[in-house]
């Protein structure tokens, strides 16, 4: 990732211009990410996979509220150059939480998002996948530290949700997944 200070100046709609200003726009090689929700029932009861994950720009805070960088996350990860979301959707499975599914499983979950459009003009493309638990293999990873020994664990749906709500989970992509999710269920 890089950042990159440019010079902008802002037109108004009615015709007023801005002075000058700096902006800072982050930009990367592969800047698009796929979020994966993977379920399945138990008992007539919805579960969803969520993985740990360190996140050292939240560990890193010089600002209250302080952050330990360590979040519970919906699979997710980067679309490379020339290739299409859904197939990262199917890679991010298998390295992250170890199924291998095919594309034609993958549901788009909504409308794809920009997360963070003041700094990165990243897209979030949202997929769910039906899985079954007992087909799960070893994550394959790919090959970070940041992905090396994860936590995964599976919940159900509406303790996930609540665990948005009580602020146990706070990644904002994994919330708007679940929530989708539990709306289109």
């Not at 990860?77 to 095919?102: D, I, Q, T």
């Amino acid at each position: 990732m890089d950042v990159r200070r440019v010079d902008l100046v802002a037109h108004y709609p009615d015709g007023q211009v801005s002075a000058p200003f700096p902006y800072d726009i982050a930009v990367r090689r592969a800047l698009d990410a796929v979020v994966i929700l993977a379920h399945f029932v138990e008992a007539n009861v919805r579960k969803v996979y969520l993985r740990s994950a360190i996140r050292p720009p939240c560990a890193f805070r010089t600002i209250e509220p302080a952050h330990d960088g360590l979040l519970w996350e919906l699979p997710a990860g980067l679309v490379e150059p020339g290739e299409e979301p859904v197939a990262s959707a199917v890679r991010e499975l298998h390295e992250e939480l170890g199924f291998s599914s095919p594309t034609s499983d993958m549901r788009p979950l909504g409308h794809w998002t920009f997360p963070a459009p003041g700094i990165i003009g990243e897209r979030h493309v949202f997929f769910a996948v039906e899985v079954d638990p007992r087909s799960r293999g070893e994550p394959t990873e790919d090959g970070s530290a940041l992905e090396r020994a994860a936590a995964i664990v599976t919940l159900p749906l509406e303790v996930a949700l609540s665990s948005c709500a009580d602020g146990t989970i706070v990644d904002a992509k994994t919330e708007l997944a679940l929530r989708r999710f539990a709306e289109a269920s």
